[in-house]
């Protein structure tokens, strides 16, 4: 339950920096995946980008949350 609990605080973290560093394309990406789970083949359509491109920004939105968690919670 702790995981669960730490990692949701991440989550408003990274949600909370979105206003602050991250690209149009992050914020809906992060919004369409991690919030409204959405597939990555939808947010592509939706995105006009390819999977690839979406996984790509994944990749780029978990290494930010990854620091996030090991700043504050290791």
């Known amino acids: 339950r702790r995981f669960h609990d730490d990692f949701q ?24 995946y991690f919030l409204e789970q959405q597939t990555m083949r939808d947010i592509a359509a939706a995105q006009q980008l390819t999977e690839n491109q979406v996984k790509a920004v994944i990749r780029r939105i978990r290494r930010r949350a990854k620091t996030l968690f090991e700043e504050n919670f290791s």
């Open 9 to 32: 605080d991440v989550l408003r973290q990274v949600n909370d920096r979105l206003e602050r560093g991250f690209s149009q394309e992050e914020k809906a990406v992060f919004t369409a």
